[in-house]
Structures are given as C-alpha cells and as structure tokens.
C-alpha cells in the first residue's frame, strides 16, 4: 500500500515563503524519481520540480530561481522549499512519482494573498 501524505501549506503573503512536506509509505523513495504538482480548480493538474534518484533536479520555467526541490532518503520524503511567491502560486499541491504515479494524496493548499 503506497500513501503519500503532503503537509506544510497556508495562507501567505506575496513575497513570503512556504516549506512543503511529502510522506511517503510503501514506498522508498530513494528508488523512485519524484516530483512535486499543483493544480489550481478548473485546471489541469501541472508538474512543477522533479528530482531524480540521483539527485537531478528540473523546474518548471514559472518557479525556476524562487523554488527548490530535495529530499531525504533516511526520513522518506521529499520537501519542496518555495520562495518569493507569487499570488499566481495558489494551488492545491500534490507530491508523486515523476514517471510513474501511485494514488493521489489529499494535496495541501497553497494560498499567496495580500
């Protein structure tokens, strides 16, 4: 059984920042090539960093240089530190696989409002 539970969103002001967390369990992530998405209601659900298990990192254009993707093989997660966020950042966040998906956790809200 595969569950990943993501944690760390609130409410923000532009320009603030926010540390997300994803749990994995029935999962190593240390085999596994992960990625953080969003999705803003009405839309499509959208990649926004991915981080292979050798440590590769890549960023969707609209968050390179404000985001960053890591994560911790002994703890089993994968955290995504965001930065001088925009009000364009609202979002439910959601973490998975980058190639192969499992099923999709509750996500966490992301809200940038002044």
């Known amino acids: 059984q595969v569950q990943l539970v993501e944690s760390g969103g609130g409410l923000v002001q532009p320009g603030g920042s926010l540390r997300l967390s994803c749990a994995a369990s029935?999962?190593?992530?240390?085999?596994?090539?992960m990625a953080w998405y969003r999705q803003v209601p009405g839309q499509q659900r959208e990649l926004v960093a991915g981080i292979t298990t050798y440590l590769s990192t890549n960023y969707a254009d609209f968050v390179k240089g404000r985001f960053i993707i890591y994560r911790d093989n002994v703890k089993n997660t994968v955290s995504l530190q965001m930065n001088s966020l925009k009000p364009e950042d609202t979002a439910v966040y959601y973490c998975?696989?980058?190639?192969?998906?499992?099923?999709w956790g509750q996500g966490t809200q992301v809200t940038v409002s002044s």
């Open positions: 029935g999962i190593k992530i240390k085999l596994n090539h």
């Open positions: 998975n696989g980058l190639r192969d998906t499992w099923e």
